[in-house]
């Protein structure tokens, strides 16, 4: 309904003056179509939120899972704002982490649960960093970061992941 409060505007644009009765009588018609829209949408809402809880890869895991933390260290000292990914050898869900500045890093399965899968994965890494404009037209930074990203794609390694807390530290050498 547009307009004054005691005129309804017809779609040909006429408009018909109703007396109180009638008014409460659309008014509560209104406010019901109103109610019953709000209804429906919310039931929409909770049935989405029940179907994404049952769905793979939302709401708990089912699969049995590890806390992992450890460092990732290059000839011996902290990388920072490298990518961790365990990779499960039988297949699913990779894990990940970045490393803080001190090359910690705690592994994330999902939005909602921490760790990676039990059993064997492969270990790899990457750079993350984000590069400043400044740092982009530095040619030597250019050169390091290149190193370092050529090391981080052919490093990997072999872990198991056990159910409850994992320590496992990463080290990048020269050998």
């Keep these: 309904m547009h307009g004054s409060s005691d005129r309804v505007f ?3 644009g006429s408009a018909v003056g109703f007396g109180p009765q009638v008014k409460s009588c659309l008014t509560s018609h209104a406010r019901w179509s109103v109610e019953k829209e709000t209804m429906k949408a919310s ?6 939120a029940a179907t994404m ?3 793979p890869g939302c709401g708990q895991s089912d699969v049995p899972l590890g806390k992992v933390k450890g460092t990732v260290s290059i000839e011996g000292s ?14 699913g869900r990779p894990s990940t982490a970045t490393t803080d500045s001190e090359g910690r890093y705690e592994l994330v399965y999902s939005t909602t649960s921490m760790g990676a899968t ?5 270990v790899t890494l990457a750079s993350s960093h984000e590069f400043t404009e400044q740092e982009l037209a530095d040619p030597n ?26 320590a496992i530290d990463l080290e990048l050498t020269s050998k």
């Design 43 to 48: 039931l929409i809402l909770i049935a989405t």
């Design 118 to 122: 039990v059993g064997r994965h492969r």
């Design 10 to 12: 017809w779609p040909a």
């Design 141 to 166: 930074v250019t050169l390091r970061t290149n190193d370092l990203a050529k090391k981080l794609a052919n490093w990997s390694k072999q872990v198991e992941v056990t159910a409850g807390s994992n």
């Design 53 to 55: 809880s049952v769905l």
């Design 78 to 91: 902290p990388a920072s704002n490298v990518l961790v990914t365990f990779s499960p050898e039988e297949g």
